[in-house]
């Protein structure tokens, strides 16, 4: 008998494939992790999350400077090196990069560099300057993750026309920026540039930004960029895209049909994301695809023998880290004989680090209703929280979707300061099937931002103290 020289190849490096192929280590599993980029950690920490991030708190830091007066804290010409803001950003990225390639080493995952695509059977050729290897192992993972969907007609340039990736590289702040796209890329990259002094244009053309939040999220945070003197125009469409030498122009149609000629030192474009699977020797397997993402069951387990698939790639779970690391220690449990348990995917918490913040869990009002449950409703402002007032930040709310009859938790829906971290409270609760009657009777500390959120579910029957 022949012995298959890994006992799982995983590719791609993001949070779901390093997470996976640490786990495998841990194991005990002899495990190779294949990255075609020079730096490891994929869109999340190169170009995604934690560079995005990084601006978002600088912007938080540099907004509570030109407002420090309030405070009786005078500073007197406060200055933005923006270059300085990217190298801060540029560095943490590189640290947490290098700290993922130590902690492959440390769980003695042998790192390939190169291009991979799936040969069928159990088999990966990997091409590289050194030219072509061929490997073997018994499982795959699939972690390929996702690139930034452009419009048609368009292509984008490090000076005019932006994704992620390249509005992550400007060195100077744009005086103008319009953003088609109010997800949680779009409305993000307009919290950062609004406070850093950028006049900033958000199209959409859903009914209303962030569209996955439960309604009354949408409408406060639409409200709150509103009076941050943030544009948003929503059921609205970019047409006649085009570069002007000095920019960015487009014709602006309305949701009333009215038509508006807008130009930009800068567009950004956030549609959407799609999946990394065309090239990657998907043809050479059994794996099947819908509108071009990969099918799996509970375990991540593709129509192809010991091939899983993990992360953005995946057909039906939301495109965040946190879902590929979990989807990844899933699918190695599953291989090496351990307990896995599936996702739950109304228990899957959503985060946007915009101002006010957003943080969210399980089923919307709208949802629940739909799903023919007798809801009731709490909902706690932040203006009754002290702690907000004295953070300067009481924008916001926390709403909490209950089922009347039971007390359960069917979701939690935040928007406020420090909403994204807030969350947390919620998902355990979820994850643990606490009632609302649970945790009224859990006791919150005070002053903090957190103990809003037992006053949202106080608020549930009527009983929150504070509003």
């Known amino acids: 008998m022949i012995k298959v020289p890994y006992d799982l190849i995983v590719i791609g490096s993001g949070p779901g494939g390093y997470s996976a192929a640490i786990r495998a280590g841990q194991y005990g599993l002899k495990t190779a992790l294949v990255e075609k980029q020079p730096r490891l950690g994929g869109t999340c920490l190169l170009v995604g999350c934690i560079p995005t991030k990084s601006l978002l708190q600088t912007a938080d830091v540099w907004q509570r400077f030109v407002h420090a007066d309030v405070e009786g804290i005078i500073c007197e010409n406060p200055r933005l090196d923006y270059p300085k803001v990217k190298d801060r950003k540029d560095g943490i990225v590189t640290k947490h990069s290098k700290g993922v390639e130590m902690l492959l080493k440390r769980a003695k995952v042998e790192r390939i560099s190169g291009y991979a695509t799936l040969k069928g059977g159990g088999k990966v050729e990997v091409k590289n300057d050194a030219g072509v290897q061929g490997l073997e192992a018994k499982n795959i993972i699939i972690a390929t993750g996702s690139e930034a969907r452009m419009m048609p007609g368009l292509e984008a340039d490090p000076e005019f026309i932006l994704t992620n990736v390249e509005i992550l590289n400007l060195t100077t702040v744009p005086k103008s920026l ?3 796209g109010a997800g949680a890329v779009g409305v993000e990259f307009a919290s950062i540039f609004n406070r850093f002094g950028t006049e900033v244009t958000v199209v959409e053309m859903l009914p209303r930004i962030v569209p996955v939040e439960d309604e009354d999220i ?4 639409e409200r709150n960029f509103r009076k941050q003197k943030i544009r ?16 960015v122009a487009l014709k602006l149609v309305t949701k009333d049909g009215k038509e508006e000629d807008l130009q930009a ?3 950004l474009v956030a549609v959407g994301r799609k999946p990394n699977t065309e090239k990657i020797g998907l043809e050479n397997t059994k794996v099947q695809l819908d509108r071009g993402f990969i099918q799996v069951d509970a375990h991540q387990q593709t129509a192809e023998a010991g091939v899983y698939a993990i992360g953005d790639v995946v057909a039906g779970t939301p495109q965040l880290a946190h879902v590929a690391t979990r989807e990844g220690m899933i699918a190695v449990a599953h291989m090496a004989g351990k307990a896995a348990v599936p996702i739950n995917k109304n228990r899957i918490p959503g985060c946007t680090y915009t101002e006010p913040g957003i943080g969210s869990v399980g089923m919307t009002e709208a949802q629940a209703r739909a799903q023919g449950y007798k ?5 706690f402002p932040f203006a009754g929280d002290s702690r907000a007032t004295i953070l300067g930040h009481h924008e916001g709310f926390i709403k909490v979707v209950a089922d009347e009859k039971y007390g359960e938790i069917l979701g939690v ?10 969350i947390a409270e919620a998902v355990a609760a979820m994850e643990a099937e606490a009632t609302v009657d649970v945790m009224m009777q859990t006791i919150h500390a005070h002053p903090t931002l957190y103990e809003a959120m037992g006053e949202a579910f106080n608020a549930v029957y009527g009983l929150s103290i504070n509003a």
């Open 178 to 180: 319009i953003i088609i």
């Open 218 to 221: 949408s409408k406060e945070l």
């Open 265 to 267: 030192e800068k567009l």
């Open 375 to 379: 809801v009731k409703i709490g909902r």
């Open 232 to 247: 948003v125009e929503t059921g609205a469409r970019a047409e006649n895209i085009r570069k002007t030498g000095k920019g």
């Open 413 to 422: 829906h935040i928007i406020g300061p420090e909403g994204f971290e807030l």
